[in-house]
């Protein structure tokens, strides 16, 4: 089945979320207007800056639309800062900042500290099965980390070595998805095919 991915353009690294998408067999588009976000069966928010995205959605008049899609069951995955749109809850958000909500986990912005700002490690993910043999290179950028996991989200990811050792870094709740690093800059599709395959399970309940 094909099924089409949105990817919300509003700012962030949107064009590595459309190839990575296409590599992983959807069809990958992005989205900016309302009658684009209608026309996909699931969103990502791109990684980027999450006060800026949280901005634009409001002054592009996608945040009402996004939350309506995302409370009818719309699957999506979130990068970075996807992640921190995706959380119910966030620490370190500037004064004002929203989330869209739907992951029922507290995400803490910037978590890894200015020293450590950015770096990359290897981690395994559960439900990536190849990750048994080759755990998926992250790279974090300026990342959060998931500071706590509602009943209703499950930690897919955790760090395993260095300072942050332990801290969770993914988490999946039903169709919905996101990861601390960004695995769209790497060339490793995986997590996006683990997304794609969420994408199909879900079209295949509404459109059988
Ligand atoms: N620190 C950024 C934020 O708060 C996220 C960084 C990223 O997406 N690479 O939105």
């Not at 949280?54 to 699957?75: N, T």
């Not at 500037?94 to 739907?102: H, S």
């Not at 955790?158 to 801290?167: I, L």
Request: charged share 25%.
């Amino acid at each position: 089945m094909t099924v089409t991915i949105g990817v919300l353009a509003l700012q962030g690294d949107v064009r590595e979320h459309l190839a990575a998408l296409t590599a992983s067999g959807a069809a990958a588009v992005p989205v900016r207007r309302r009658a684009e976000l209608d026309a996909v069966d699931a969103l990502v928010l791109p990684g980027g800056e999450s006060t800026t995205i949280d901005k634009l959605l409001r002054a592009f008049d996608l945040d009402g639309p996004v939350r309506e899609r995302l409370a009818a069951g719309m699957p999506a995955y979130g990068s970075c800062a996807g992640m921190i749109l995706l959380a119910d809850r966030i620490e370190g958000g500037i004064d004002g900042q929203r989330t869209l909500g739907g992951l029922d986990v507290t995400v803490r912005r910037n978590a890894f500290g200015r020293q450590v700002d950015s770096f990359e490690t290897d981690v395994r993910i559960d439900g990536i099965p190849e990750s048994e043999d080759r755990p998926v290179h992250a790279v974090f950028i300026r990342a959060p980390w998931v500071q706590e996991v509602g009943p209703a989200a499950t930690a897919l990811a955790r760090v395993e070595s260095g300072p942050a050792a332990g801290r969770i870094v993914a988490v999946r709740q039903g169709s919905l998805l996101a990861t601390s690093f960004h695995p769209e800059v790497t060339g490793d599709t995986r997590v996006h095919r683990l997304f794609v395959e969420m994408v199909r399970e879900a079209a295949a309940s509404v459109r059988p």
